[in-house]
């Protein structure tokens, strides 16, 4: 018996011996011997993504990206086959693609994912699909068919601004409310009105219900499992044992990093359109047939309707998958990237005392029919340079999208800042370190909150920083709601800045403001005082 236990104590012990050599050498390979090995980065990140994976969770990628950039230069090793760069030629070099999709299927043994034929403009791999898709829904989202519903945003405008000055306190000055909350409940509320026609009741609540928290915790698991492709595709294996090893991969996995969130009892979406579509496409095909170009009064005026209408004028190219998947994408692309925007703006004015004076007196001199009528037509943008100037720049300094937005190098390599990059390499662009660390586009205060830098009168320098600018995405990945997203913020900050003067009480540090994949800021309260008081 004792012969046993000593054969298996050093059957063990050369097990323990092999696996702590192969990871030694592996480590050692990627730190002096790989082709990325000249690359400056830490030794750590050389070796795992694990290095990585630990910031993120932590939600603290901002400040990564700030201390990566600043200490290791505009090209940076954050993986074994990872690269961030914050230049422009690098930026150039890079196109714009992340998978967020789940995969129609994975194969259970050479772990090759299926990707379905379905409308997601953020994570579409097959570039010939994407531009079809662009090309159909392009009507659709331009700025003229988006002012025809320039009135539902209105409205919800109007209603938050009157629901805010009888919340108790804020009326007389003295209450605070969490600005990312607020937020939240008016971009809902803004995108429930102009796609559907329809209010979640956030703002006669005064609460969002919990929704924009439990949809930024899916955040936080996304941009953790994203790091380790080998264990996302196992996850989601979806048949026999495999998909019985890959639940429980996931569900282990998740909880040894701590992105394990449970969803309340009782927690409802804010929004639902199956229905409305099942419904809208009842009539029989020859009734299809008879759909007009020109909608009779009867039907609804939403955005909804005309991607509906779309459908029924063109059911081949523009296929119910594609009409579902994009009704949803405007409430789930839309709603969490508003709010960001819309947090990071009146928070970003409002801690600049200067700003917002200013912001408020070119705001007043602009209103239409005097002082006692709150409202702007789109076309007096144009007339509000300074508040425009003062968006922009609070975008550029808090874009929504956190992390890098990556590609694959392609088989014959590429060379960034110098630096030959093997196929296969994954590369990509922080835009916080783009917006922020080229000196030559944006300066050298560059991560200073300065409006000015956008009234500049250098044509050719302006025109190099709206290039370098990823607020709205880039090159042929640019937001196809652009001028909804637009529209709402515009009249949503120059509303509230015309009623309410926007004082800032509570404003976290970066560190304690938790940020992944997509950043918010969060925990910023403000205190609001109504102007006519």
Not at 228 to 255: E, I, Q, Y
Not at 430 to 447: I, K, M, T, Y
């Amino acid at each position: 018996m004792s012969t046993i236990f000593t054969a298996t104590a050093q059957l063990l012990g050369w097990s323990l011996c092999f696996v702590l050599t192969t990871i030694a050498t592996l480590a050692f390979y990627r730190v002096y011997l790989h082709p990325l090995a000249g690359l400056p980065g830490p030794k750590f990140a050389a070796v795992s993504n694990v290095w990585l994976a630990r910031w993120v969770v932590k939600g603290r990628v901002r400040e990564l990206t700030k201390w990566l950039h600043q200490t290791y230069g505009p090209v940076v090793r954050v993986g074994p086959g990872e690269v961030w760069v914050c230049g422009v030629g690098g930026f150039k070099e890079i196109y714009v693609a992340t998978a967020l999709n789940k995969p129609a299927s994975v194969n259970q043994w050479k772990l090759g994912l299926v990707w379905p034929d379905t409308l997601d403009l953020l994570s579409e791999f097959d570039g010939k699909r994407y531009r079809l898709q662009r090309r159909l829904i392009g009507p659709v989202y331009t700025a003229s068919n988006v002012k025809r519903f320039e009135g539902a945003v209105d409205g919800v405008v109007a209603a938050a601004v009157a629901r805010l000055k009888v919340i108790e306190g804020c009326g007389g000055g003295a209450g605070t409310v969490d600005l990312k909350e607020w937020m939240h409940i008016i971009a809902v509320e803004c995108l429930g009105a102009v796609v559907l026609g329809w209010s979640p009741g956030y703002i006669k609540s005064g609460s969002d219900g919990g929704t924009s928290k439990q949809s930024y915790m899916g955040w936080k698991r996304k941009s953790l499992f994203g790091l380790f492709p080998a264990v996302t595709k196992v996850s989601l294996l979806d048949s026999g044992m495999g998909k019985r090893v890959g639940k429980w991969l996931g569900r282990f996995w998740a909880d040894a990093w701590g992105v394990t969130f449970a969803t309340p009892k009782g927690f409802k979406p804010f929004f639902t359109v199956s229905k409305r579509i099942t419904a809208a496409l009842a009539p029989s095909q020859s009734a299809k047939a008879k759909v007009k170009k020109n909608k009779s009064p009867e039907v609804k005026e939403d955005l909804l309707t005309d991607l509906i209408q779309l459908h029924l004028s063109r059911p081949d190219e523009f296929t119910d998958n594609y009409l579902r998947r994009m009704a949803v994408t405007n409430f789930g692309a839309g709603h969490e990237t508003l709010c960001a925007t819309l947090t990071s703006v009146l928070a970003m004015i409002g801690s600049h005392a200067e700003v917002e004076a200013r912001c408020f007196a070119e705001i007043s001199s602009c209103l239409q029919g005097g002082p006692h009528k709150r409202r702007y037509d789109l076309e007096d943008v144009t007339k509000l340079r300074y508040t425009q100037a003062a968006i922009k720049e609070a975008q550029r300094l808090w874009p929504v999208i956190g992390m890098s937005l990556s590609r694959t190098v392609p088989e014959d390599g590429c060379v960034i800042g110098g630096y030959a990059i093997p196929a296969g390499t994954t590369v990509g662009c922080s835009p916080l370190g783009l917006h922020a660390f080229n000196e030559d586009v944006f300066g050298v205060d560059g991560l200073e909150y300065r409006p000015e830098r956008w009234l500049i009168e250098d044509l050719e320098r302006l025109r190099a920083m709206e290039r370098s600018n990823l607020i709205w995405g880039g090159g042929g990945r640019t937001c196809p709601g652009r001028y909804l997203a637009e529209m709402i913020v515009f009249k949503v900050v120059t509303a509230l800045l015309a009623e309410f003067r926007v004082e800032v009480v509570e404003m976290p540090e970066e560190g304690n403001m938790e940020c992944y994949f997509m950043a918010m800021m969060s925990g910023v309260v403000v205190r609001l005082r109504e102007r006519s008081r």
